[in-house]
């Protein structure tokens, strides 16, 4: 039986597939270059996902910002998701990219593990970026190497445990109290 989609639903592709950079002038662009870079196409209402491995991340943002035809130089945002204790890969990290002067936009996706949520910093890429990270290792306790200044942002420099977990108690950990 074969499975159904809407019509602005495509099914997860792999980056050496026709299908995949017919899809987007931006695959195409970027695949053409680097498609060692993208483990996972993703084309949902609309937007295009690049899974990308960790490794690579900061290359991909570099190489995306400074590219002419792709030109992403604004990070609109970055952020982390938890897929629960009972996932693997259990972390997301979302980069949300927008070029202000071709108005396209991209996600790319860098999957992590509980036993090693680190990602690389991309700071040296969006300044901005350096916010962005920090609210993410202070909610989800995602590391960025070579962060700059990687420490909490939202929650006090004494509080347990990282808020946005699946696996955070509800009501905190008890008693808390803010010195």
Not at 109 to 137: I, Q, S
Request: aromatic share 10%; proline share 8%; net charge negative.
């Amino acid at each position: 039986m074969e499975e159904q989609h809407g019509p602005d639903i495509e099914a997860n592709q792999s980056p050496g597939s026709q299908e995949n950079t017919a899809s987007s002038p931006l695959a195409s662009a970027f695949l053409r270059q680097h498609p060692e870079w993208v483990s996972e196409v993703v084309n949902a209402l609309g937007e295009t996902t690049y899974v990308i491995p960790r490794e690579q991340i900061v290359a991909a943002c570099a190489f995306l910002k400074s590219t002419p035809e792709l030109e992403f130089n604004f990070l609109a945002d970055l952020c982390g998701f938890d897929r629960g204790p009972e996932e693997e890969p259990r972390f997301e990290v979302n980069y949300h990219l927008f070029s202000t002067t071709r108005h396209h936009r991209l996600r790319l996706k860098v999957l992590l593990n509980e036993d090693d949520p680190h990602v690389p910093t991309v700071t040296g890429v969006w300044r901005t970026a350096n916010w962005h990270e920090r609210e993410t290792f202070d909610l989800f306790g995602i590391i960025f190497d070579d962060h700059p200044d990687l420490r909490r942002i939202l929650l006090p420099d004494d509080w347990q445990g990282h808020a946005l977990r699946k696996d955070f108690p509800l009501r905190g950990y008890e008693p808390y109290s803010l010195k």
